[in-house]
């Protein structure tokens, strides 16, 4: 039963990529209606031959050979597979000053969006409109003699973690955080000796909803 529900997480990846209902998506590819492909969600049927056929002949990105067995890659161009990284489902700010202590739920594909270490959730306000909750923020551990003022960044700090754009403060020796709802939450002023860890914001999925 493990292998019949593979077989429909396959078809669903495509599907969700697609960005396609599971009914506009048969008739997408030729099929006469959805059932066939109900079919196969409810582990009453595998992958067919000619089902697989008839989604790589209309979207040719995808690997036939995964599609059918799951080895392999689910994109049949290098450039499209990008690096995976480990998605833990939990609150960026709450979660990641206890990393090596969790367990990432799945894996992120990265193809466009460069060099990152993990992916998370944002559950947070402050962002306002540029990161509203429920973001999934893609991020980079760096140094933090690396941080570029103007950029967004997770800061955790001996006594706060929270994600900021960070800004230089008059005192060299400290760092301004300011939120992107600049109205609703005030500047945090920080000293660079107080921060342990800094993520670099490389990317992120917001989600409309």
């Given at each position: 039963m493990?292998?019949?529900r593979n077989?429909?997480?396959?078809?669903e990846a495509v599907i969700k990529w697609a960005n396609m209902s599971t009914n506009y998506f048969a008739r997408h590819i030729g099929l006469a209606r959805g059932e066939n492909l109900y079919q196969i969600k409810r582990g009453n049927n595998g992958i067919s031959l000619d089902v697989a056929q008839r989604i790589?002949?209309?979207?040719?990105?995808?690997?036939?050979?995964?599609?059918?067995?799951?080895?392999?890659q689910m994109?049949?161009?290098?450039?499209?597979?990008g690096v995976q990284i480990p998605?833990?489902?939990?609150?960026?700010?709450?979660?990641?000053?206890?990393?090596?202590?969790?367990e990432s739920e799945s894996d992120a594909m990265m193809p466009?969006?460069?060099?990152?270490d993990l992916a998370m959730l944002y559950s947070g306000r402050a962002m306002g409109r540029s990161i509203p909750p429920g973001t999934?923020?893609?991020?980079?551990?760096?140094?933090r003699d690396e941080i570029i003022p103007g950029e967004e960044y997770v800061i955790i700090s001996r006594k706060i973690v929270t994600l900021r754009i960070v800004r230089a403060a008059e005192d060299e020796q400290r760092l301004r955080l300011v939120a992107g709802d600049s109205e609703n939450y005030d500047d945090i002023v920080l000293d660079i000796n107080d921060i342990r860890s800094v993520y670099k914001v490389k990317g992120k999925l917001i989600i409309n909803t």
């Amino acid at each position: 039963m493990r292998e019949k529900r593979n077989n429909w997480e396959r078809i669903e990846a495509v599907i969700k990529w697609a960005n396609m209902s599971t009914n506009y998506f048969a008739r997408h590819i030729g099929l006469a209606r959805g059932e066939n492909l109900y079919q196969i969600k409810r582990g009453n049927n595998g992958i067919s031959l000619d089902v697989a056929q008839r989604i790589v002949t209309h979207f040719p990105q995808i690997d036939k050979l995964w599609l059918l067995t799951g080895d392999g890659q689910m994109f049949a161009d290098p450039q499209l597979r990008g690096v995976q990284i480990p998605f833990y489902n939990v609150d960026v700010e709450e979660g990641i000053a206890h990393l090596q202590h969790l367990e990432s739920e799945s894996d992120a594909m990265m193809p466009r969006m460069g060099d990152c270490d993990l992916a998370m959730l944002y559950s947070g306000r402050a962002m306002g409109r540029s990161i509203p909750p429920g973001t999934v923020v893609f991020l980079k551990n760096i140094d933090r003699d690396e941080i570029i003022p103007g950029e967004e960044y997770v800061i955790i700090s001996r006594k706060i973690v929270t994600l900021r754009i960070v800004r230089a403060a008059e005192d060299e020796q400290r760092l301004r955080l300011v939120a992107g709802d600049s109205e609703n939450y005030d500047d945090i002023v920080l000293d660079i000796n107080d921060i342990r860890s800094v993520y670099k914001v490389k990317g992120k999925l917001i989600i409309n909803t």
